[in-house]
DNA sequence: AACCAGGACGTGA
DNA sequence: TCACGTCATGGT
């Protein structure tokens, strides 16, 4: 009988606590439970984004953040803060050298530039509404990952977001196939867990930084659950 | 000093 | 569908 993931859930949270995601630039709220030097989190605290600028700065941190290491998407943020371009009009502004230099540190900066354009033409369209998981999926640059991500953090909509380290540990512990997709590996996810803004989240969060902790390096060896 | 990170896209079978 | 190559910097 494989754990079941509504008590993976509970048994990470109160491990670790409430983990405030997502983290932002300018808030200086720390968790002392996370991993490494990361700031930006804001553990109980479930009323972001306050500000259209906030919406937007974890539209392009989804993005960059792609097969990326958090630290690298934070300086590239800075860089952009730095230019007063965490908006649709400082992107704009930018041409695609210095916007390319600014988000250099997060990779991939040609690929990321692009998608930092296309994706600012589609959000300026829709002019404030929340837009829908399939209007995100139609963004270049957007898969499922980062359009759930922006569905969750950016918009407070109830979406489960899933990510390698999803996979990761559900392999590992013997919830799901190591190569389940990330359609059926949502969809038990879903099935098991409350449809709770708050519930996915957390949720999300604490796999993360569990994974920071035990799944960095194979082989695995889980010490929280065996 | 290799190895890899909070993926997505294009291509060929 | 699906497997595989590509994109690139910075931390460990």
């Known amino acids: 009988m494989p754990l079941l993931i509504a008590e993976l859930y509970q048994r990470l949270l109160a491990a670790y606590g409430p983990q405030g995601w997502w983290p932002l630039l300018g808030h200086a ?26 919406r937007f700065e974890i539209c392009l941190g989804a993005i960059l953040t792609q097969n990326t290491a958090w630290p690298n998407v934070e300086q590239a943020l800075r860089n952009l803060a730095r230019h007063d371009a965490i908006s649709p009009e400082g992107i704009d502004r930018l041409d695609d050298t210095a916007l390319a230099q600014a988000i250099r540190p997060s ?39 980062t359009a759930d991500s ?14 390698a380290y999803t996979r990761r540990i559900f392999g590992h512990l013997g919830i799901a196939e190591p190569d389940a997709s990330y ?8 099935a098991a867990l409350p449809e709770d803004l708050i519930v996915y989240q957390e949720f999300h969060a604490l796999l993360v930084e569990h ?3 035990h799944y960095r390096r194979q082989p695995w060896r889980d010490a929280l659950f065996e």
């Open 29 to 54: 709220g720390t968790n002392p439970t996370k991993t490494g030097s990361l700031t930006g989190y804001h553990p109980g605290e479930y009323d972001f984004p306050r500000t259209p600028a906030q």
């Open 107 to 145: 990779g991939y900066f040609n690929a990321k530039t692009r998608k930092l354009r296309e994706f600012t033409v589609h959000f300026r369209a829709w002019n404030g509404s929340v837009p829908s998981r399939a209007e995100l999926l139609a963004v270049w640059g957007v898969g499922p990952e």
């Open 150 to 163: 922006i569905r969750l953090y950016a918009y407070g909509q109830p979406e489960l977001v899933v990510d």
């Open 183 to 190: 359609d059926h590996l949502k969809t038990i996810c879903v």
């Open 211 to 213: 994974a920071k902790r």
